[in-house]
Nanobody, 119 residues
Framework: QVQLVESGGGLVQSGGSLRLSCVAS????????MGWYRQVPGKPRELVAD???????NYAESVKGRFIISRDNTQNTVFLQMNSLRPEDTAVYYC?????????????WGRGTQVTVSP
């Protein structure tokens, strides 16, 4: 099992910045994919950004040029630097990782951290 703990959420004014962190613990050997999703009430969870084990990154169009995802494999941590925040970025942000072990992929999710951007 892998446990994920997110931190760094909060309330910020439009145009401000926040940095989210997600630390993985437990059976972390074999973690390849790491990513951030977000969800607002009544809508499906959507991808914000992700990063592979080879540091290939992918971003939602709405956050390109404003958010940066990075990972520290030595600390089993993934970060999301969020700049130029907008009210529409308000959501619960979830960390997710995928672990490949014995030819099987296992996906894990954190409990989420609230990000609120005021106008």
């Amino acid at each position: 099992q892998v446990q994920l703990v997110e931190s760094g959420g909060g309330l910020v004014q439009s145009g401000g910045s926040l940095r989210l962190s997600c630390v993985a613990s437990g059976a972390t050997l074999g973690i390849s994919y790491m990513g951030w999703y977000r969800q607002v009430p009544g809508k499906p969870r959507e991808l914000v950004a992700d990063v592979t084990s080879s540091d290939s990154t992918n971003y939602a169009e709405s956050v390109k040029g404003r958010f940066i995802i990075s990972r520290d494999n030595t600390q089993n941590t993934v970060f999301l630097q969020m700049n130029s925040l907008r009210p529409e970025d308000t959501a619960v942000y979830y960390c997710t990782v995928a672990r490949n072990w014995g030819g099987i992929r296992y996906d894990y999710w954190g409990r989420g951290t609230q990000v609120t951007v005021s106008p």
